[in-house]
Structure formats: C-alpha cells, structure tokens
C-alpha cells in the first residue's frame, strides 16, 4: 500500500457487506467505527484493532503494540487479504468494544 487513503479504501472493501462500518481521517491515519464503535484504526504501523479476546482468537500470532508513542498497544491485523474472516472478527468484536460516548454540549 502505498499511502494511508489507500490502505484505508483497501480496508473499507475488504469490509463491505457488514453493515454499519464507516471510517473518518484522524491527524495522518484513519478511525475505523462498526455499529458507531470504534474498533481499529490506521496508523503508521498499518491497519490495527483493538486488543479484544474476539481479535486475538482470530489472529493468535498478532502480538499487541503501540500504534503511537503513549497509545495502549492495539493488534496488527494479520488477516486483512481474508475478507471472510476479517469481517468475522469485526462482528465478534463488537460485544467487546465499549460503546460511544455521547458529546458534551456546549
């Protein structure tokens, strides 16, 4: 790949069909969001989840690690050429991942 946008539309292929998923541009990367809840993201290492027990089952070799400096270790996604089996992990994640907050009004 040769840029974060076209990882990024790599990745929203490989994801379409689950309903539910959108991605927005963050500071040079990309939040991935399914069912409104963030659950990966791109960042200069590549595409990355969140540290789940559904994303470990599904990728028992990826080991966990920091997208940035500061942030909490994430798991590089070993399966994304699978879209069957991405998509999978996504929608066992979901139980798993916390829900949005809702914005502070002004």
Same mark, same amino acid.
């Given at each position: 790949?040769?840029?974060? !946008?076209?990882?990024? /539309? @790599?990745?929203?292929?490989?994801? %379409?069909? +689950?309903?539910?998923?959108?991605k927005?541009?963050?500071?040079?990367?990309?939040?991935?969001?399914?069912?409104e !809840?963030? @659950?990966?993201?791109?960042y200069?290492?590549?595409?990355?989840?969140?540290d789940?027990?559904?994303?470990?089952?599904?990728?028992?070799? =990826?080991? #966990?690690?920091? #997208?940035? =400096?500061?942030? %909490?270790?994430m798991? #590089?996604?070993?399966?994304?050429d699978?879209? /069957? %089996?991405?998509?999978?992990?996504?929608?066992?994640? +979901?139980?798993e991942?916390?829900? !949005? %907050?809702?914005?502070? !009004?002004?």
């Amino acid at each position: 790949m040769a840029d974060a !946008r076209e990882l990024a /539309e @790599f990745v929203e292929d490989q994801l %379409r069909g +689950l309903d539910g998923v959108r991605k927005i541009p963050m500071m040079g990367g990309w939040i991935f969001y399914y069912q409104e !809840r963030i @659950f990966g993201g791109i960042y200069g290492p590549g595409f990355m989840v969140k540290d789940t027990a559904a994303a470990r089952a599904a990728m028992p070799g =990826s080991e #966990p690690q920091p #997208p940035y =400096s500061g942030a %909490r270790p994430m798991l #590089p996604v070993t399966i994304l050429d699978d879209r /069957e %089996r991405l998509q999978a992990m996504v929608r066992a994640m +979901l139980p798993e991942l916390p829900e !949005r %907050r809702p914005r502070a !009004r002004r």
